[in-house]
């Protein structure tokens, strides 16, 4: 996306017109949704500092040119010195937070880091508001896991009990707690509007995580074998990417305008549009071509919801968030991503294209 703030060449946008300018924090900007986030603020001519780990390689971060667009710090959320250095010399207005451990098969192995991360990590960057006297918006990134689930056929909605089942899905749960408790105690005072959004579950270009649905499908079709589901069958609100970023920003413009806006949000396709992974995975399939196909392998592993739906009926009547692509166009869009990539094309303009594509309506 070139060296240096990208304006918006242009485009029409009052959601991104509103961060020209803007002072922003962003934590986990390395990672998958991190990285698509800095690159819509990079293109609004946001002033973005990102505090992070390393990215892996590959990543986003990376083969999107990212770096160059935005101020990046590298550390570590669990360490509350590094961070706050970061976040003074920064000064914020808004500030995203989406640093985490974010697999569930990972908490499972290591639930201790899990919720050092998710949860004491969520505790530094909140008290790294509570010492600033300039942020104005703060939206704490968790997941549509956080709900008790009775894998109910309706969608969850903001007021349902928390109760995540898994170490990554409760560490989340306890975020939300801490995230209420901080608003009330300390940041509503201050004049800071505080949100939850819990998203559901993302795909999109450059996400090369282990055990996540997308990234399994890439990894088989570069191999040439097929796809190997563990549970075909079980129902979640896959969404593309730019859909929750783009509720993000929208949730953080709006409650800097109004604090009372603050609150939790859930952000996901409609609940008729939630699909089996299996289904998912034919569609993947049908994108990419070249005959693959996906396979059961009867291996279920640990615990995993079989139902999980998303009520988005707030989100939709107070802000006026409605998303853009069904399943199918996220499925392509991810597969033209990944082709692009693997082509050896120029992937900062590609990216910037998709998000200039998806922000138009074209």
Same mark, same amino acid.
């Given at each position: 996306?070139?060296?240096?703030?990208?304006?918006?060449?242009?485009?029409?946008?009052?959601?991104?017109?509103?961060?020209?300018?803007?002072?922003?924090?962003?934590?986990?900007?390395?990672?998958?949704?991190?990285?698509?986030? $800095?690159?819509?603020?990079?293109?609004?001519?946001?002033?973005?500092?990102?505090?992070?780990?390393?990215?892996?390689?590959?990543?986003?971060?990376? @083969?999107? =040119?990212?770096?160059?667009?935005?101020?990046?710090?590298? =550390?570590?959320?669990?360490?509350?010195?590094?961070?706050?250095?970061?976040?003074?010399?920064?000064?914020?207005?808004?500030?995203?937070?989406?640093?985490?451990?974010?697999?569930?098969?990972?908490?499972?192995?290591?639930?201790?880091?899990?919720?050092?991360?998710?949860?004491?990590?969520?505790?530094?960057?909140?008290?790294?508001?509570?010492?600033?006297?300039?942020? %104005?918006?703060?939206?704490?990134?968790?997941?549509?896991?956080?709900?008790?689930?009775?894998?109910? /056929?309706?969608?969850?909605?903001?007021?349902?009990?928390?109760?995540?089942?898994? /170490?990554?899905?409760?560490?989340?749960?306890?975020?939300?707690?801490?995230?209420?408790?901080?608003?009330?105690?300390?940041?509503?005072?201050?004049?800071?509007?505080?949100?939850?959004?819990?998203?559901?579950?993302?795909?999109?270009? =450059?996400?090369?995580?282990?055990?996540?649905?997308?990234?399994?499908?890439?990894?088989?079709?570069?191999?040439?074998?097929?796809?190997?589901?563990?549970?075909?069958?079980?129902?979640?609100?896959?969404?593309?990417?730019?859909?929750?970023?783009?509720?993000?920003?929208?949730?953080?413009?709006?409650?800097?305008?109004?604090?009372?806006?603050?609150?939790?949000?859930?952000?996901? /396709?409609?609940?008729?549009?939630?699909?089996?992974?299996?289904?998912?995975?034919?569609?993947? $399939?049908?994108?990419?071509?070249?005959?693959?196909?996906?396979?059961?392998?009867?291996?279920?592993?640990?615990?995993?919801?079989?139902?999980? %739906?998303?009520? $988005?009926?707030? @989100?939709?009547?107070?802000? =006026?968030?409605?998303?853009?692509?069904?399943?199918?166009?996220?499925?392509?869009?991810?597969?033209?991503?990944?082709?692009?990539?693997?082509?050896?094309?120029?992937?900062?303009?590609?990216?910037?294209?998709? @998000?200039?594509?998806?922000?138009?309506?074209?």
């Amino acid at each position: 996306m070139g060296k240096g703030r990208r304006p918006l060449a242009g485009m029409v946008n009052a959601m991104l017109d509103f961060y020209n300018n803007k002072r922003v924090f962003v934590t986990g900007h390395t990672g998958f949704k991190g990285g698509w986030l $800095c690159g819509m603020l990079a293109m609004a001519g946001a002033e973005v500092t990102g505090f992070a780990l390393p990215p892996a390689s590959p990543s986003l971060f990376e @083969i999107a =040119g990212l770096k160059d667009t935005m101020r990046s710090v590298l =550390g570590d959320i669990r360490d509350f010195d590094a961070l706050w250095r970061a976040f003074d010399e920064a000064k914020p207005e808004v500030v995203f937070h989406l640093a985490a451990q974010p697999i569930v098969r990972e908490g499972y192995r290591d639930p201790v880091g899990t919720y050092a991360v998710n949860v004491m990590g969520t505790v530094h960057l909140l008290e790294c508001v509570r010492r600033s006297d300039c942020v %104005r918006s703060v939206v704490n990134v968790t997941t549509d896991k956080v709900y008790e689930n009775h894998s109910w /056929p309706w969608g969850y909605r903001e007021a349902d009990p928390l109760n995540g089942y898994d /170490p990554y899905a409760n560490s989340k749960s306890c975020s939300e707690l801490v995230t209420a408790s901080y608003q009330k105690s300390f940041l509503a005072q201050r004049g800071a509007a505080v949100s939850t959004a819990r998203a559901g579950n993302v795909i999109g270009g =450059g996400d090369f995580a282990a055990d996540r649905i997308i990234p399994d499908c890439v990894r088989a079709a570069q191999a040439k074998q097929a796809i190997r589901l563990r549970n075909p069958h079980s129902v979640r609100p896959y969404q593309h990417v730019l859909e929750p970023l783009s509720a993000y920003l929208l949730i953080a413009r709006r409650q800097y305008e109004d604090a009372a806006l603050s609150g939790s949000y859930n952000v996901g /396709p409609e609940v008729d549009g939630c699909l089996a992974t299996g289904q998912l995975a034919g569609l993947f $399939c049908q994108a990419w071509g070249e005959g693959l196909r996906w396979e059961h392998t009867g291996q279920e592993g640990p615990h995993e919801d079989a139902v999980l %739906r998303l009520d $988005c009926s707030k @989100i939709r009547a107070v802000l =006026g968030w409605r998303p853009k692509w069904d399943a199918a166009r996220a499925v392509a869009e991810t597969v033209g991503w990944t082709k692009a990539w693997l082509s050896g094309q120029d992937m900062s303009a590609f990216t910037l294209g998709q @998000i200039q594509a998806y922000l138009t309506g074209k």
